[in-house]
């Protein structure tokens, strides 16, 4: 089979309760449950982020979160401190069949770059290996769930179509933040890429 299910983030952070709550979070995992049992394979995606995070607002004297500061590899939302390595914030959430992946894949352990991409950190050309592993293993089409839809799956979905895979965002299976119109934007980059909503 050459199909795989890649799951975004579904961590406690991201969930109602969490330090970086994404409204209805928690709502999706039922069905995201019932897509792992019917794939091929199965890709969870963790966001592993060391205390004190280059990407976190609190390392940045007077600015709050949401705010937009210039990194190095260019513009980075501050976020409130979240997914913090070995946190009750990065775990999944406890409902998640986690047991049902072939592989974890943890992002964003890197102090001073953040990573919202399961393919790439967001220079945009450090590579977190994910590609290499779907290709060794042949798996060209991808679906994608998760959290958020307007960062974290939108950046995955879109680098996955720029490497060539066929790529399909299941809408209904995510949920997103919507910061100052980014998930009008992000929708329409898919669509612009060739990605299937449904």
Same mark, same amino acid.
């Given at each position: 089979?050459?199909? /795989?299910?890649?799951? %975004?983030?579904?961590?406690? $952070?991201?969930?109602?309760? =969490?330090?970086? @709550? ?5 709502? %999706?995992?039922? =069905?995201?449950?019932?897509? +792992?049992?019917?794939? /091929? ?19 940045? &004297?007077?600015? &709050?979160?949401?705010? +937009?500061? $210039? +990194? ?18 990065? /775990? ?9 992946? $072939?592989? %974890? ?36 089409? !991808?679906?994608?769930?998760?959290? &958020?839809? $307007? ?8 680098? @996955? ?11 209904? !299976?995510?949920?997103? %933040? ?15 890429? =060739?990605?299937?909503?449904?």
């Amino acid at each position: 089979m050459s199909h /795989a299910l890649i799951v %975004i983030d579904l961590q406690n $952070d991201f969930c109602p309760g =969490g330090a970086l @709550a994404v409204a209805e979070g928690d709502q %999706i995992v039922p =069905g995201v449950n019932a897509r +792992m049992a019917e794939a /091929a394979a199965v890709i969870l995606t963790q966001d592993w982020h060391p205390a004190g995070h280059s990407s976190f607002a609190s390392q940045h &004297a007077g600015r &709050a979160p949401m705010q +937009m500061v $210039d +990194m190095p590899y260019g513009p980075q939302v501050l976020w409130p401190d979240h997914c913090v390595q070995g946190s009750h914030g990065a /775990a999944f959430h406890a409902d998640l069949t986690t047991d049902r992946a $072939d592989l %974890i894949l943890r992002k964003g352990f890197r102090r001073q770059i953040d990573s919202y991409s399961a393919f790439f950190e967001n220079d945009q050309t450090t590579p977190t290996g994910l590609e290499g592993y779907l290709r060794t293993r042949g798996l060209t089409e !991808l679906e994608f769930v998760g959290l &958020a839809t $307007d960062f974290c799956v939108a950046w995955s979905a879109l680098d @996955a179509a720029k490497l060539g895979f066929k790529v399909r965002v299941l809408t209904t !299976l995510c949920r997103g %933040i919507d910061l100052d119109g980014s998930m009008a934007r992000a929708l329409d980059d898919m669509r612009a890429a =060739g990605i299937e909503l449904v």
